[in-house]
């Protein structure tokens, strides 16, 4: 049987029950409030600019550039050695001393050459007066040969008298024939010997400076083996930059292509030139392969010194006066700019088509694609590096190449854009020229956009980045491995 309350009992529980609807009504309505109210302060009327790191589309220069380190050494340059052996006797020159072609640099002790020249002129002297005294007998011993032909055809003297006579004749011609052969290789042994007298003494054998110097004065020189090195001239009028560039970036090189560097010292001055040749074989170290490239520029102020270390810059295309844009504003699409591709955004972003478009370019340019234009060195401080340096006074360059630029493949990628009416919008673009830190944008937007290039951290997560640091390292950087 069902069981049966009375109505006092179930008053009763209504009245418990009650308060406990109300109390759970009353807390999802103050949970709504409290959540429209923060989404109404922080989101619904805050700023996109407030939220998101942004950037704004600026018209300039950009260039994709090749980094690359060398060294700088004279183009034209001899090392000066001994061709005899000896005591180097006496030093005209000393490092950085300026030469002309035939001074006088070295002496090695003339002694034993000078000594063996005056013995050698001695012999030839004796030789000679025998060949007189030969002569006379020639002369005599065809005489006695006449004379005797002529009895002979008188009748008046034998047969073997008149054969002794010419075979004294012949005798005396085949004597002085001799004498002849070893005056000659007299002569030729004495020029040796003189031409040894004459290697005592050093010449220059071009115009140039003195760079370096291996020998001593009073120091013996044995030149039997092999030729001992005194010193090295060089023209330090024009001198030759040879770099090492990996064989990632070696495609991205082509000969006559610009290329400028700068020095240790140089305080942001820089040199331009062309690159003069890639050499074919390559150098292996620790399993890394470089190539030399090598280009010249000329010197004529002396700024730059033998074996001077080089920050080197190859221009592999340039843009002028077009609107760039960060690189972490742009989302890129890997692969022909499809919609199926991966997309990149951010720093790994820019790298890549910085490097993997200029690549793609230059093997399109030697099949026969677009050709360098020319570029105007009139303001080269508006070249943007693909390190982010900062530019340098166009004052500071020595000389003026045409301007190399080359026409990369248009790209596809989305950028996402705050409007005037803070509303944020994605926007497809086509991209031209790019490096690690800007890209030229060639259309889909206009100068003066406000672009968004990533999300502000809040003040605390800054200070717990920060404070997570290795080393007490700035923000953002890492520690090398």
């Keep these: 049987m069902p069981m049966k309350f009375s109505s006092s009992f179930l008053s009763s ?32 009327k805050k700023d996109p600019r407030e939220i998101y790191q942004v950037a704004e589309v600026q018209r300039g220069d950009i260039q994709d550039l090749v980094t690359a380190t060398g060294t700088v050494q004279p183009l034209e340059y001899v090392d000066v050695g001994a061709q005899v ?15 002309k072609e035939g001074d006088l640099l070295a002496e090695i002790d003339p002694t034993v050459f000078r000594a063996t020249v005056d013995a050698r002129r001695a012999g030839l002297r004796n030789q000679q007066a025998t060949m007189k005294e030969r002569e006379s007998a020639l002369a005599l011993a065809s005489l006695q040969y006449t004379r005797q032909k002529n009895l002979m055809a008188a009748d008046a003297t034998t047969a073997e ?5 010419e075979a004294t004749l012949r005798a005396a011609k085949a004597q002085i024939d001799a004498l002849q052969a070893q005056i000659e290789q007299t002569q030729s042994t004495l020029r040796a010997d003189e031409a040894n007298l004459n290697y005592a003494k050093i010449y220059a054998p071009m115009t140039g ?21 005194i010193l090295r001239i060089a023209d330090l009028s024009t001198m ?25 010292g140089s305080q942001g001055r820089r040199w331009y030139g062309a690159l003069r040749k890639i ?20 010197n004529n102020n002396q700024a730059l010194m033998p074996n001077m270390t080089t920050q080197v810059f190859f221009i592999a295309a340039t843009a002028k006066d077009v609107l760039l844009v960060p690189t972490s504003a742009v989302t890129t699409t890997r692969g ?61 360059s020595t000389s003026g190449f045409a301007e190399q630029s080359t026409t990369h493949t248009p790209r596809s990628g989305t950028v996402k854009v705050i409007g005037e009416d803070g509303k944020v919008e994605q926007r497809k673009v086509e991209l031209g020229v790019s490096n690690r830190v800007q890209m030229q944008v060639t259309s889909g937007l206009s100068e003066g956009d406000t672009v968004i290039i990533g999300i502000k951290l809040p003040p605390s997560s800054k200070r717990t980045q920060a404070a997570g640091q290795p080393g007490g390292m700035p923000p953002g950087a890492t520690r090398g491995r």
């Design 240 to 264: 030759t930059v040879q770099t090492q560039v990996s064989e990632a970036e070696i495609g991205k090189l082509s000969k006559n292509m610009e290329v400028y560097f700068t020095t240790l």
């Design 336 to 396: 022909s700019g499809s919609a199926g591709g991966k997309r990149e955004r951010g720093d790994s972003a820019g790298k890549s088509a910085g490097e993997k478009s200029s690549a793609s370019d230059n093997r399109k340019a030697k099949d026969g694609g677009a050709k360098p234009a020319a570029a105007d060195k009139s303001d080269p401080s508006a070249a943007t590096s693909n390190t982010g340096s900062p530019p340098v006074n166009s004052a500071a």
């Design 209 to 229: 400076t003195v760079v370096s110097l291996t020998a001593r004065q009073g120091q013996t020189l044995n030149a039997n083996q092999n030729a001992p090195t």
């Design 279 to 298: 050499e074919p074989t390559p150098t292996v170290t620790n399993n890394v392969v470089l190539y030399n490239a090598l280009f010249d520029v000329p």
């Design 85 to 99: 052996s000896g005591q180097l006797k006496k030093l005209h020159i000393e490092v950085g001393s300026v030469v």
């Design 161 to 165: 008298t008149l054969q002794i006579a």
């Design 13 to 44: 529980l209504r009245q418990r029950a009650l308060p406990r609807y109300t109390l759970l009504a009353l807390l999802m309505v103050l949970l709504a409030v409290g959540a429209y109210w923060g989404w109404h302060k922080f989101y619904a």
